[in-house]
């Protein structure tokens, strides 16, 4: 999947990826390097935490940044 950086620097994230992840319009996204990539993971509040709907996304985040905690020590 691909998407092209439009001359403002923005991305627009395809459908599939909005609907996987319940990504709607409004909704914060964050940036998060690994390895030489970037990867694109939601930014969730208090209520998203939560709802069970986001339960696998949430274990993802959270495991995230665990993983960046730990490559800082």
């Not at 950086?5 to 914060?28: A, C, F, H, Q, W």
């Not at 930014?43 to 995230?64: A, C, G």
């Amino acid at each position: 999947m691909k998407t092209k950086l439009s001359k403002n620097g923005m991305i627009t994230l395809p459908v599939e990826i909005r609907r996987r992840y319940n990504i709607e319009i409004g909704d914060e996204v964050g940036f998060v390097e690994e390895d030489g990539e970037y990867k694109i993971v939601p930014i969730l509040n208090m209520e998203d935490l939560i709802d069970p709907s986001h339960f696998e996304s949430t274990k993802r985040l959270i495991d995230e940044m665990r993983r960046e905690r730990d490559n800082e020590e």
